[in-house]
């Protein structure tokens, strides 16, 4: 039975270790902030996503196999593969901070007290595994230990939302090693434990950093190229909805992330985007189609602002309703989230912005103290006295909107529908003024 430590209580780290230990094996959850920790441990959650609290809960119950703890040498002494899982955020210059790592790196091998496999689970990039290996190499020299470890790459492929799901039904696990024995040992992990019957795809240590940031760039890129192909349809006369369905029934295309919106956000994209120029940038590149990608998304943001202020005939003093505040559904992560630059944007504008989330307004307040919005308990108390409704997010809560008693308490029957939830000529005949992305 494999043994495992967990180095980071983040997004990644929480539903690593919990889908770890429901599979029966025993997961030390280790993070240097104590008060997360706790609250850990009491089963509180820093983040939410579907499924996690419950299944955190179980694991962690006494004589269960999850502990969590801010003593890394006991979670590395009881361990025998090491899933480092800390964040590695943007810095100015679009470059990775690896810092996290390095530290936690160093850290390991203060506590070793024998061959441990070293995984690389954080997005990093390409070449950071031997910059690791050589950072843990050169502490063990200095403590004068002469312990073995393997270092391994297994990036993370979970989407907000839905991420318990995407870990027991993968579409793959990437395994990036030198020690064929040490790749197989993480293969093991999956395969054995977790049920795992997707492809295993064994790498490099630089391809398996690689494929991470190629996969999520290319989908940013897609996303990025139906959101310029639903602006020239709005001039054009032609439905996006329509033109995405016939391009996405072409198997080299595929469907997925053929959505125009109002740009995509999260932890991910943007910063993996932004990362992957900045090394292209950092080897003498000029990463043309990559720069594009992060302009368009930022200038389709700015489009839903102008769509905002076309339907309202101006913003100055007018009540505009956000439903949705988080960059998705699902999560209530507002990280790069379109729909909290577009209620900033707003509030400049001196626009009165009433914000309803069912998961995000609790982020959106922490993070933007100073902003001035007012905060609703529900999307009919966000939408009384409205002259402009703006679905933001696509909830499921929002599917069932009685548009009859939306049009009786709103001041101004107008709906912005950015995520093309709704059907147009329905909206239409209960007497609303509709516009989608790309369709009328």
């Not at 196999?65 to 810095?91: E, G, M, R, Y």
Request: hydrophobic share 40%; net charge neutral; proline share 5%.
């Amino acid at each position: 039975m494999h043994r495992i430590a967990i180095i980071g209580a983040g997004y990644v780290g929480l539903v690593t270790g919990a889908c770890l230990a429901s599979s029966g094996m025993p997961v030390h959850c280790c993070d240097i902030d104590t008060e997360k920790i706790g609250k850990l441990s009491r089963g509180i959650l820093p983040i939410y996503e579907p499924g996690l609290e419950e299944l955190i809960s179980d694991c962690s119950k006494p004589g269960k196999q999850l502990v969590f703890t801010t003593d890394l040498k006991k979670a590395v002494t009881n361990s025998d593969i090491l899933f480092i899982a800390v964040n590695t955020p943007t810095l100015e210059n679009s470059r990775c901070d690896l810092t996290h790592v390095f530290e936690a790196a160093v850290s390991i091998a203060g506590v070793m007290d024998g061959y441990k496999i070293i995984v690389i689970k954080s997005t990093v990039p390409v070449g950071t595994c031997r910059l690791v290996k050589q950072r843990i190499s050169d502490e063990l020299s200095r403590l004068g230990k002469s312990y073995g470890f393997d270092i391994v790459s297994n990036p993370e492929f979970l989407r907000e939302g839905s991420a318990i799901s995407d870990f027991f039904n993968a579409d793959r696990v990437v395994i990036g090693a030198d020690n064929h024995d040490a790749a197989d040992i993480i293969k093991s992990v999956y395969t054995e434990n977790a049920k795992c019957c997707c492809p295993m795809v064994v790498t490099s240590l630089e391809s398996s950093e690689m494929i991470k940031y190629a996969s999520n760039a290319f989908l940013a890129c897609k996303i990025s190229f139906i959101n310029e192909i639903a602006s020239i349809c709005e001039h054009c006369g032609a439905n996006v909805s329509e033109v995405s369905e016939g391009m996405g029934l072409d198997n080299r295309i595929g469907r997925q992330f053929l959505n125009p919106g109002p740009g995509f956000g999260g932890s991910c994209f943007p910063k993996d985007v932004m990362a992957l120029a900045g090394a292209a940038e950092s080897y003498g590149l000029e990463p043309k189609l990559l720069r594009s990608i992060m302009t368009v998304n930022s200038e389709q943001t700015a489009r839903m602002i102008r769509k905002i202020e076309a339907a309202t005939g101006g913003l100055d003093g007018k009540t505009v309703s956000i439903l949705g505040v988080s960059f998705k559904p699902g999560t209530d992560d507002i990280r790069y989230s379109p729909s909290v630059a577009i209620i900033k944007d707003l509030v400049s504008r001196n626009a009165a912005v009433r914000v309803y989330d069912p998961k995000a307004l609790g982020n959106l307040k922490k993070e933007n103290p100073e902003l001035k919005v007012r905060y609703c308990k529900n999307p009919y108390s966000c939408c009384s006295r409205s002259d402009c409704v703006v679905l933001a997010t696509e909830w499921e809560e929002f599917a069932d909107l009685d548009f009859e008693k939306l049009k009786s308490i709103v001041r101004q029957p107008v709906l912005l529908d950015l995520r093309n939830m709704y059907p147009p000529d329905y909206v239409k005949k209960l007497g609303f003024y509709y516009e989608g992305v790309g369709k009328k």
